[in-house]
Nanobody, 121 residues
Framework: VQLQASGGGLVQAGGSLTLGCTASGRSFSGYVVAWFRQAPGKEREFVAAINWSGTSTYYTDVVKGRFTISRDNAKGTVNLQMNSLKPEDTAVYYC???????????????WGQGTLVTVSS
């Protein structure tokens, strides 16, 4: 089973990107899916999470109102729509699956390879 994150790229400040996370080998429809990010020289930090049904979402304060996490279990995808991007959003973004919407990496057992988001000023 593997997770694959995609959709990263270079965007100007104020722009938008949509990241996608898909699973191969097994559906993640019964799991919480979260996005984390890691900037150079910093620890990996929680960004957003969505419960298995998509009815509850969770965000770190600095992205509230700008990022939206969603999932389509039929298609096996979880997206992170990122609007009003700022240079400080620059990081490698990772998707991960877990049993509950925790904000610590220790609660997530399966990780994608990461996709780089670079926001220029």
């Amino acid at each position: 089973v593997q997770l694959q994150a995609s959709g990263g790229g270079l965007v100007q400040a104020g722009g938008s990107l949509t990241l996608g996370c898909t699973a191969s080998g097994r559906s993640f429809s019964g799991y919480v899916v979260a996005w984390f990010r890691q900037a150079p020289g910093k620890e990996r930090e929680f960004v957003a999470a969505i419960n298995w049904s998509g009815t509850s979402t969770y965000y770190t304060d600095v992205v509230k109102g700008r990022f939206t996490i969603s999932r389509d279990n039929a298609k096996g995808t979880v997206n992170l729509q990122m609007n009003s991007l700022k240079p400080e959003d620059t990081a490698v973004y990772y998707c991960a699956t877990g049993g509950s919407p925790e904000r610590s990496t220790r609660y997530y057992g399966l990780w994608g390879q990461g996709t780089l988001v670079t926001v220029s000023s």
